[in-house]
């Protein structure tokens, strides 16, 4: 006796392909690692930390912003970094006018040293390591 084999229904087909697309979708997203991932001045290759910027194009009393960093030099021969994301909603700052550092979003000023001087920033600029050598500041 023959058995017969009946085609699987339009619902079934369209549940079965929705789930093999969310299951694809979680393995990608899991795969995806959203840790942030330690930083490091020192190249793949074991040389030298390439050089921010020099000494001399930061200003004693102001400061520079760079690709991801603020460096800033508020006394003579001390230089700091700072993250260029504003706590308070992510922006990244644009400008250092009159010894402030500028979130052009929603107003937000900071100190050379990263404090906060007018809100509505709650934090201060999250700190970078950078050192000098010779002529040169690098992260570190």
């Known amino acids: 006796m023959p058995v017969e084999v009946t085609p699987p229904s ?9 789930l093999g697309i969310a299951a694809t979708t979680l393995t990608a997203c899991s795969a995806y ?3 942030p991932q330690p930083e490091s001045a020192a190249p793949s290759d074991g040389g030298a ?6 000494t001399a194009d930061v200003p004693v009393g102001s400061g520079v912003i760079l690709d991801d960093v603020v460096l800033t030099q508020p006394t003579a021969g001390v ?3 700072f993250s260029k994301r504003c706590p308070h909603a992510g922006c990244s700052v644009s400008e250092i006018t009159d010894g402030n550092i500028v979130c052009p979003c929603h107003g937000s000023r900071f100190d050379l040293d990263g404090a906060v001087v007018n ?4 934090s201060a600029l999250s700190p970078k390591a950078v050192t000098v050598q010779g002529d ?5």
């Open 10 to 18: 339009r619902r079934t087909v369209l549940a079965c392909a929705g």
């Open 33 to 35: 690692d959203d840790q």
């Open 49 to 54: 930390p390439a050089a921010l910027a020099a």
């Open 79 to 81: 230089f700091k970094g």
């Open 119 to 122: 809100g509505p920033a709650a």
């Open 136 to 140: 040169s500041i690098v992260e570190g």
